[in-house]
């Protein structure tokens, strides 16, 4: 199994949980830490959302089960290291870089992926931690996604109301002194097309400290037609019961009047980004230039050639992820995902790779939530499990996985290890006085924690 989020683990636990096919499963994963995006990508107030990772560490307690962290796959290891001592191998290594927008001034300083900033408030080692200063006022955050949300949230809450959370403290204090006092959300379509769930929109209109300001005129839909032929415009005739609560929130809110707290978050439906503004090589972000959106007659986005500028000195883009190309393994550059049929890798022919199999977010792209992840890995190992008896003959006598890494020279970690850092965090949150945890931040903090005894 290559990848230890919840695709990964997922998957191991379907494998476990039969009976029909005796098997062991190892789990490498190049972060001495599990649980992926659950740990690195899931926002640190979300502590229900978190408490995933306790499902999970069951899976990797399991005694077929066995965790080696620390080990790259086509850095450390290739897929004929692993081909000598598996039998399968399973990719689950998500969507790992950012869609990027496509428009002038997108390079400036200042204008960043958001995935970095998730990266930042989750404590993610690879993280450069003097990248965010929020020195500026205002910020805008291009995407209508339950990460876009996340960031808004984040940025419009203050360091108290984070304090109980395992955001590192590094981030932690630089919220504390942030100036951030406007965020922009920007959406290019309406509210009935928006990507991101009610439970995080409720949690973005709660926010104690900041004003959510909806615009009327952009949620001012007949609620009794959406969804019906009665609809005035197309893009209202086919709407989710998920959209129809989504609007009924932001109609609710729009009807609020602002109460005047230190922090604003204004939502712009309707809107695209033009131009980030600034001059290249020469201090940063400074704007942003945009244009009014609607749907035509056929229902495609189209500009209404009606600009402004919004006056920010940071642009986050939360404009979807993208998989990456893994060393050897057959890629869609197209999807930006391993072409698949049922789960069993297929090479550009369309013919059926031996012994390879994906999950997750590099099989299907970045859609659906959490739990999606478990009926997406069931299918793959239904696919696996059929495949069980030729996959024996292919690999008789696989060698065991420990002969490849000395023979590699490679050092990895455990999950004894990952326990080691574990209660190093739990420690940390001790000596600061923070709830039950809070991340260990970069390289050397985790290093030094797995040489604990």
């Known amino acids: 199994m290559i990848g230890s989020g919840p695709a990964g683990v997922y998957t191991a636990d379907a494998l476990t949980r039969q009976r029909r096919v005796p098997l062991r499963v190892d789990i490498l994963d190049r972060l001495p830490t599990p649980y992926g995006l659950v740990r690195y990508g899931v926002a640190p107030d979300h502590l229900k959302i978190k408490g995933v990772a306790r499902t999970l560490r069951r899976v990797l307690e399991h005694p077929d089960v066995r965790f080696v962290g620390g080990v790259g796959f086509g850095t450390d290891l290739t897929r004929a290291d692993l081909a000598r001592s598996h039998h399968a191998v399973v990719y689950a290594t998500g969507a790992g870089v950012d869609r990027r927008m496509g428009v002038p001034g997108e390079d400036l300083p200042g204008s960043l992926a958001a995935t970095d900033f998730v990266n ?105 037609t959406v969804g019906t032929d009665r609809a005035e415009r197309p893009e209202l005739r086919e709407v989710s019961r998920a959209a129809r609560t989504n609007l009924r929130l932001l109609r609710e809110q729009a009807e609020r009047p602002p109460e005047g707290r230190p922090r604003r978050v204004e939502l712009h439906f309707w809107t695209r980004p033009e131009e980030i503004l600034g001059q290249q090589g020469q201090g940063r972000v400074s704007g942003l230039r945009v244009e009014r959106t609607r749907m035509d007659a ?35 550059s197209d999807g930006r995902t391993v072409p698949h049929d049922r789960g069993r890798v297929l090479d550009a ?80 949150a001790a000596e600061l006085g923070r709830g039950e945890r809070v991340k260990l931040h970069g390289w050397d903090a985790y290093r030094k924690a797995l040489e604990e005894n």
């Open 349 to 428: 022919e369309g013919r059926v790779v031996s012994g390879d199999y994906v999950a997750g977010w590099i099989k299907r792209g970045a859609t659906g939530v959490i739990g999606t992840n478990k009926s997406d890995a069931a299918g793959t190992v239904r696919a696996l499990l059929e495949d069980a008896p030729k996959l024996r003959e292919a690999v008789p006598d696989p060698v065991p996985l420990e002969r490849v890494l000395d023979e590699r020279g490679l050092a990895h970690s455990d999950y004894e290890g990952w326990l080691r850092i574990d209660t190093a965090e739990a420690g940390h």
């Open 298 to 332: 056929d229902g495609r986005l189209e500009g209404t050639g009606e600009h402004t500028v919004l006056d920010v000195g940071m642009v986050l883009r939360s404009v979807g992820y993208a998989g990456v190309p893994l060393e050897g393994v057959p890629f869609d």
């Open 120 to 224: 930042w408030y989750c404590g993610h080692p690879d993280n450069e931690w003097d990248r965010f200063a929020l020195d500026t006022e205002e910020v805008a955050v291009v995407g209508a996604g339950n990460v876009a949300l996340d960031v808004v949230r984040i940025l419009a809450k203050t360091a108290d109301e984070l304090r109980h959370t395992d955001i590192p403290q590094a981030a932690l204090e630089v919220l504390a002194a942030s100036r951030v006092r406007t965020v922009h959300l920007l959406a290019r379509r309406g509210p009935l097309q928006a990507k991101f769930t009610a439970p995080e929109l409720r949690d973005l209109l709660a926010l104690p400290g900041a004003d959510v300001v909806v615009r009327p005129e952009q949620v001012d839909i007949d609620p009794t």
